[in-house]
């Protein structure tokens, strides 16, 4: 597979004999499959656009999780339930005739798979293969394995981690693709590594490998880590591990110190069979280096796929006064140029048609004059949705001075996190009390790619709060940015890197505990945010015009996979060698 000859980035780094193959376990493809979550799945999808625009020779292998990931319902108390999501792989891809067999608990599974093809806007394909163990032949269990995205206990998931590494390993070979590079996002592919380290066995005892058969593994892998603590990584027991993996591969993992505090650490895993390790923000690289000390960790910042992401009445404005900004998203620096009544009108635009949405799943209607903030994130306790809510009297008197203030609230909580729940239950508890004719809350429920698009695109100030050093990057604040939206946010993961105060928004202070980080909050909106919103709105369209100038355009796949490319898969010295620049060279003709 070859980059089309209309491509509008020249990839003189790939050598035209091998493709990258990027391995994740949540990939949101496409807005009808539920093949994802949250955050990692979407970052994985927007990876993938980049790439198909880019020309990237690429394919990808996730799970096909035929029953999603869950919808969600909140009754009028705010006590979340699940349905499940189920759909047919056949309505949106094309099933392969390739057979690969995977060992779990001494069981021969059979797994077969999908394809989705990614195209690119220059006709570029990057295909996503889909594994699943539907098939005729597995007993019932075993045709579940690929039934459910984070289902299950832990079990269930090294279950699915065998399937997704060792089983996509062979499927990639299967389909007769030579892969240069084997990218991981995230711990959950790490198996890919074993599978990898069988073939170059030639399926012999993995106890008879040699450190050259390791290293020439490690020569083709990568690795990229999107978890700030420790418990967030996946960890299985030693138990668990000879059961569903076996004694072998167990014993070998012991040996290559994959065990830590008594548990298979996927994360050690991968790090150990990576010849390049990296976090997704600067600060998350420094907290990884400080997590895996024994590991050069470096760091490639998040963006998002801004075609994706930006309203249609911010893009008719960028194609009127930018017309590059599609090809190459480093011209949206020329948006600190673009007229103030312009921005402002474009995303009056797509505030009004979010207040539309919200007026159909709730009957609320919001003003579009009115200040407006949004918060939605994935309901972790650590991300401290009721922040905003320490202070009742103090954010009914900002909502006063301001003339009204909406906040609009939205986020799912795993079926099994029960501390997520309740804070989702507080939130809407606590809007219930608060909201009045000046103030407006409102809780929209099933948080999805949809309703995550017109949240970033229509409010007015995106707003994030978690607690130090656990958010690794983050990247709803992004896709706001994209829109012209500032953040008021924590200053953690991607906001260090991005916060110019004042300029692109402005940060939340550190404090000692959440009283004080609360009190910053109310004071940036009190004394920046809303006397600039209610007085100044030339300055806050010069705000918005910044906000996509200086975070838009650095923020984003577009320049990320770019620095995947250098950095990661093809590192500039790989292109030294004289064989690989031999085939550079053939490959630019």
Known sequence: MQPTSSKPFSYETFPSSGIVAYFSMEIAINPGMPTYSGGLGVLAGDTLRSAADLGVPLVAFTLVHRKGYFQQHLDRAGFQSEE????????????????????????????????????????????????????????????????????????????????????????????????NVFHMNEGHAALLTLGLLESQM??????????????????????????????????????????????????????????????????????RFSRYANGVAMQHGKVSREMFPEFAIDSITNGVH?????????????DQHIPAWRRDNLYLRNAIDLPEKDILAAHLSAKKALLEEVATRTGVVL?????????????????????????????????????GLQILFAGKAHPQDEPGKALIHQVIEDAGKLSNGVLRIVY?????????????????????????????????????????????????GWWIEGCIEGFTGWAIEDGANDEEEANS??????????????????????????????????????????QYTRNSYYPVKLIEQPKVREEVLAHQG
């Open 84 to 179: 499940i999501q189920p759909w047919n792989p056949s309505d949106f891809c094309t099933e392969e005739p390739a057979r690969v067999t995977v060992s779990v608990e001494d069981r021969v599974v059979t797994v077969r798979c999908w394809r989705y093809d990614l195209v690119g806007r220059y006709g570029h394909v990057v295909p996503i293969y889909l594994l699943d163990t539907d098939v005729d032949g597995n007993s019932g269990w075993d045709r579940g394995l690929t039934d459910h995205l984070y289902g299950g206990d832990t079990n269930y998931r090294l279950q699915q981690e065998i399937v997704l590494g060792m089983g996509g390993v062979r499927m990639a070979a299967a389909l007769g693709h030579r892969v």
């Open 202 to 271: 030639g399926g012999g005892p993995l106890g008879a490998s040699t450190e050259t058969d390791i290293e020439q593994v490690r020569k083709k892998c990568v690795f990229t880590t999107h978890t700030p603590v420790p418990a967030g990584h996946d960890r299985f027991s030693t138990e668990q591990s000879i059961r569903i993996l076996g004694g072998d591969r167990t014993a070998r993992l012991e040996k290559l110190g994959c065990f830590k505090d008594g548990m298979l650490n996927m994360t050690l895993l991968a790090l």
């Open 306 to 318: 801004a075609p994706t992401w930006v309203s249609e009445p911010i893009q008719e404005m960028l």
């Open 367 to 403: 003003d579009p004059k009115v200040l407006t903030l949004g918060f939605a994130r994935r309901a972790a306790t650590y991300k401290r949705a009721t922040l905003l809510f320490t202070d009742p009297k103090r954010l009914l008197e900002i909502a006063t001075k301001a003339g």
């Open 444 to 492: 929209l429920e099933n948080y999805a790619w949809d309703l995550g698009a017109l949240l970033t695109a229509g409010v007015d100030v995106w707003v994030n709060t978690p607690r130090r050093p656990y958010e690794a990057s983050g990247t709803s604040g992004m896709k706001a940015a994209l829109n012209g939206v500032p953040s008021l946010s924590i200053l953690d």
């Open 521 to 562: 909050l109310y004071q940036k909106l009190e004394n920046a945010v809303v006397p600039l919103y209610t007085q100044s709105p030339e300055k806050w369209a010069r705000l918005m015009r910044n906000t996509v100038a200086l975070n838009g355009s650095f923020f984003n796949t577009n320049r990320m996979v770019k």
